[in-house]
């Protein structure tokens, strides 16, 4: 899956600059230019399994003048038994935000099937949003028609995937209630679509109930100051000390965490290649000079500095320790923070290579500490 981000940035020009009405649609979308904005490459019209569709081959296929709030989204896919993803995005709005569904066609029957995730700033979040709230273990038919309909009411949703009842309910889209473009996306593989049908209405019915929240653990850190400038990840990386130019001129903004646990980083800034990096500050005071053991997970790079010496670097990106590793976030690392009598500035500089940037943190707080 490291190659969905060209299809978020493909989706960025298509979701920006379009006019855009709501209507009510009666019948299928007609498959014509007119009626379609394709991507420059990796999109075209085509007959398949005797019907006129859209072929995604790498590309994105975005509905003109179509906007969409709530109502009921349906498609007809029909997908390979192959290594894939390909899928939706809806209310997408200018700066490459929107909502995200898709289906990973060579994970048919497993747990991580399909995914929910919202896209922030061009980054989605699959790696910090996992597990049955954000996916459905559906087995797939291949080469044939698959029917799928989402059912958006306000900040929830209904997913049926070849189903009389959802397979899915999201009962909290994470950018709330929006309105915005609907993109049809296919990648590393074949894709087509056909019998795309939008309905704009409020009068929708939710009857999926949502799996339970997770656990989270009761030290779990609420939320991070985190610096407004984006740097390169080879200002950090590999250097002994943090350079104090790097945190000059920051404005350090507050972010909370979401329901899974970790602070959303993209929620904040984009990346591009060059500058893929955020500074997350935590301020620990201690009455004494001391070691305190804190817990932290990230994706998908970090840096950790302690009054401006380095600690330690993790990677926790996708596949970098063999084929099948994920990257998925949690509080799987441990620091000893060598603290100093008073205050002390902890920053945890986080780089992101696709699929989610995140950071979480938990401490037990001794008596004579203090952390914000």
């Keep these: 899956m490291k190659t969905i981000t060209p299809i978020l940035k493909s989706a960025a020009l298509l979701l920006t600059?379009?006019?855009?009405?709501?209507?009510?649609?009666?019948?299928?979308?007609d498959m014509n230019a007119s009626t379609w904005e394709f991507s420059e490459d990796g999109a075209s019209f085509e007959k398949h399994l005797g019907r006129d569709a859209i072929k995604l081959s790498g590309g994105v296929a975005t509905i003109k003048g179509e906007t969409f709030k709530n109502g009921v989204i349906e498609f007809d896919m029909a997908m390979p038994d192959a290594r894939g993803f390909a899928g939706i995005y809806f209310r997408g709005r200018e700066g490459n935000n929107s909502e995200e569904?898709?289906?990973?066609?060579?994970?048919?029957?497993?747990?991580?099937?399909?995914?929910?995730?919202?896209?922030?700033?061009?980054t989605n979040a699959w790696q910090l949003l996992h597990g049955p709230r954000y996916s459905a273990q559906v087995k797939y038919n291949f080469d044939t028609w698959t029917h799928v309909k989402l059912v958006v009411k306000d900040a929830k949703m209904d997913v049926y995937i070849d189903s009389e009842d959802p397979v899915l309910h999201v009962d909290n889209l994470f950018h709330g209630v929006s309105e915005g473009s609907i993109t049809l996306s296919g990648f590393m593989n074949d894709y087509y679509y056909s019998n795309v049908d939008i309905t704009n209405t409020d009068d929708v019915t939710l009857r999926g109930e949502a799996a339970p929240l997770p656990e989270l653990p009761e030290n779990?850190?609420?939320?991070?100051?985190?610096?407004?400038?984006v740097v390169a990840a080879n200002a950090v990386e590999g250097k002994t000390m943090l350079d104090p130019a790097l945190l000059e001129g920051q404005t350090w903004q507050w972010l909370d965490i979401d329901e899974a646990g970790s602070a959303n980083l993209a929620r904040l800034a984009?990346?591009?290649?060059?500058a893929n990096t955020q500074l997350v500050r935590?301020?620990?005071?201690?009455?004494?000079?001391?070691?305190?053991?804190?817990?932290?997970?990230?994706?998908?790079?970090?840096?950790?500095f302690v009054n401006g010496?380095?600690?330690?670097?993790?990677?926790?990106?996708?596949?970098?320790?063999?084929?099948?590793?994920?990257?998925?976030i949690g509080l799987f690392e441990t620091a000893f923070l060598?603290?100093?009598?008073?205050?002390?500035?902890?920053?945890?500089?986080?780089?992101?290579a696709f699929g989610g940037w995140g950071f979480m943190a938990a401490v037990d707080v001794p008596k004579g500490v203090s952390v914000h």
């Design 17 to 29: 600059g379009i006019s855009m009405t709501a209507a009510a649609h009666a019948a299928p979308i």
């Design 101 to 122: 569904f898709y289906l990973r066609s060579h994970l048919s029957g497993m747990p991580d099937a399909n995914q929910y995730t919202p896209v922030f700033n061009g």
């Design 220 to 229: 779990l850190i609420k939320g991070f100051s985190v610096g407004s400038r």
């Design 270 to 274: 984009p990346r591009t290649r060059e």
């Design 282 to 304: 935590v301020e620990i005071t201690a009455d004494k000079a001391q070691l305190l053991p804190f817990k932290y997970g990230y994706s998908d790079r970090v840096s950790l």
């Design 309 to 328: 010496t380095a600690l330690a670097h993790g990677n926790n990106t996708y596949a970098n320790r063999d084929y099948r590793y994920l990257g998925t």
């Design 338 to 352: 060598p603290l100093k009598a008073g205050k002390n500035e902890v920053v945890f500089a986080v780089s992101e």
